[in-house]
């Protein structure tokens, strides 16, 4: 079964978030992963967010699937991932999760 990270955030320093971005494209070809959305030139500051229910307001949104929730989460754990998770982490406010899909 496939596995979906979803991460929304806000974007508050797009210099940290453009290097998260240089650098997080190579460590998911190894596990699969295939970008949902927002479109690649869009990742920086991410495409429209229509906000419909609930408390969760981010203003970006990125969804990307993973071939299994193994993969996604070994992907996350990797040491590849862990080195540039820090500019995603100090660039932006928000919340990520990985869930189980079709």
Request: proline share 8%; charged share 20%.
């Amino acid at each position: 079964m496939a596995a979906y990270l979803i991460a929304g955030n806000d974007v508050t320093d797009p210099e940290s978030m453009q290097k998260y971005i240089e650098g997080v494209g190579p460590t998911l070809e190894p596990y699969g992963a295939e970008l949902l959305a927002p479109m690649p030139e869009d990742l920086v500051m991410g495409g429209t967010v229509v906000h419909r229910e609930g408390d969760f307001k981010p203003s970006r949104v990125v969804i990307v699937k993973f071939p299994s929730m193994e993969k996604a989460q070994a992907w996350y754990d990797s040491a590849e991932y862990q080195a540039v998770v820090g500019y995603r982490l100090n660039g932006s406010e928000g919340s990520l999760f990985i869930a189980e899909g079709p």
